[in-house]
Nanobody, 113 residues
Framework: VQLVESGGGLVQAGGSLRLSCAAS????????MNWYRQGPGKERELVAS????????NYADSVKGRFTISRDNTKNTVYLQMNSLKPEDTAVYYC???????WGQGTQVTVSS
């Protein structure tokens, strides 16, 4: 089981980024997926989750209305579209598969004010 994130970077406040997580080694279409983040000096927190079919999503209150999780089961990829970014969104973002308890390596997102 392998998860590889990409798409992080440096962006100004108010900007947007789209993170991708490419999955392999398991039947992607049968697994719900999560995005977590860990900011400097903070605990890792759940940001968004999506069901295996992509028909239901959940978000942390801090990102509701700004972030959108989606997936493409034909590409074995889950996405996190992040809009209206704030400096407090600065963190390492991780993809997580709860069924196999597997983390990606993380991708850094830095939002400047």
């Amino acid at each position: 089981v392998q998860l590889v994130e990409s798409g992080g970077g440096l962006v100004q406040a108010g900007g947007s980024l789209r993170l991708s997580c490419a999955a392999s080694g398991f039947t992607f279409s049968r697994s719900g997926m999560n995005w977590y983040r860990q900011g400097p000096g903070k605990e890792r927190e759940l940001v968004a989750s999506i069901t295996s079919a992509g028909d239901s999503t959940n978000y942390a209150d801090s990102v509701k209305g700004r972030f959108t999780i989606s997936r493409d089961n034909t590409k074995n990829t889950v996405y996190l579209q992040m809009n209206s970014l704030k400096p407090e969104d600065t963190a390492v973002y991780y993809c997580y598969n709860p069924k196999y308890m597997t983390w990606g390596q993380g991708t850094q997102v830095t939002v400047s004010s």
